[in-house]
């Protein structure tokens, strides 16, 4: 038997009254008037004014205890349902004649709702202290770097003809290292905030991927990987921001070329057309992904444990960048790899 609920509470109340107003009667009538009714009219009129007192009584708490909970409840009611308003809009306020259950309802939900919210809270919390960690450890290393040779040039090295241009070439190339990354965390810190500006206009996607392939020749000669476009004459208008699709192509091809075979290395490039987008993929007879690394390498500062032995240099923020852009595109982006066979990055475009 539920206690709190008005119906019960006023049963009980009605009983309780009903069953005074019977021992006050019995006990009046018996010293007030011993033999003024008697037999039937007196059963008969207990009956009547029991019945009557209860039905009143019960009617009355009934009235009272509910309009005194739902004056309260209503309010709190309220206040859960506009917090919750505030981020989605839902069903609207419900009748208020089982506010009670509602209101259980709405506050088990809601609980629901939050402990997920703070589970994801703590999630991203770790993801924070991963992140920041990640940070440190990437710029001490090009650092280190800078004060191992600055340090032997002034205590002699500067003299030294054989290491002097050397050590400054080495310095050089670990300050780049250092203001690329700063750029890149620059450029996520953006992109994480939501703030990206997209310049939209129609291009041909195949134009870009030969200028990105251009661009990327030398490298790709340096391992002997062959990059090939499929149809590369074909035209495919896009509706995209260039600049930044450029630099999709650009982090995805690199891939394939740095985590490429060092010989017989293949990337191709193929365009597929799919009604409202274009399909993009490039596909690598490279070193391959992990099935448990896969969901992984969108992450900043992911690597993979085989990445890292391929190539000392990357930093893991290419696909974090990349996956940037798409999203901000509404548009998809998708891997799937095999390893020791090869991986295929594909993205989708809107068509122009
Ligand atoms: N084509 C590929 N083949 C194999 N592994 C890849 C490929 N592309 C990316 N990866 C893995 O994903 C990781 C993240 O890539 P990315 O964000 O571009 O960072 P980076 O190249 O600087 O390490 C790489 O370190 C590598 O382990
Ligand atoms: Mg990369």
Known sequence: MKFHDPRVLSLLNASAVTAGYI?????????LYPASLEGFAMYGMLFVTGGLLFAGTYFFFRYTVD?????????????????????????????????????????TDWGEEKQKEIERLKQLEEYRKDFIGNVSHELKTPLFNVQGYVSTLLEGGLDDPSINKEYLRRTEVSVERLIKIVEDLGEIAQLESGQMYLNKVRFDIVAVTHEVVEMLEMKAHEKEIQVLINQPDKT????????KIRQVLTNIIDNSIRYGLDQNGRTKISFFDMDENILVEVTDNGIGIDQDDLPRVFERFYRTPRGREVSGKG???????????IEAHQQTINVRSTVGVGTTFGFTLRKA
Do not use: C, P
């Open 315 to 325: 930093k893991g923020l290419g696909l974090a960048i990349v996956k940037h852009i």
């Open 23 to 31: 021992i006050l009667f019995f006990f009046s009538s018996w010293i």
């Open 236 to 243: 495919m208008w896009v509706h995209a921001d260039r600049d």
């Open 67 to 107: 309009k005194f909970i739902y004056s309260r409840i209503r309010l709190i009611y309220k206040s859960i349902y506009s917090i919750k308003t505030q981020k989605t809009d839902r069903k609207g306020i419900r009748s208020n004649r089982n506010i009670l259950d509602n209101v259980e309802q709405e506050v």
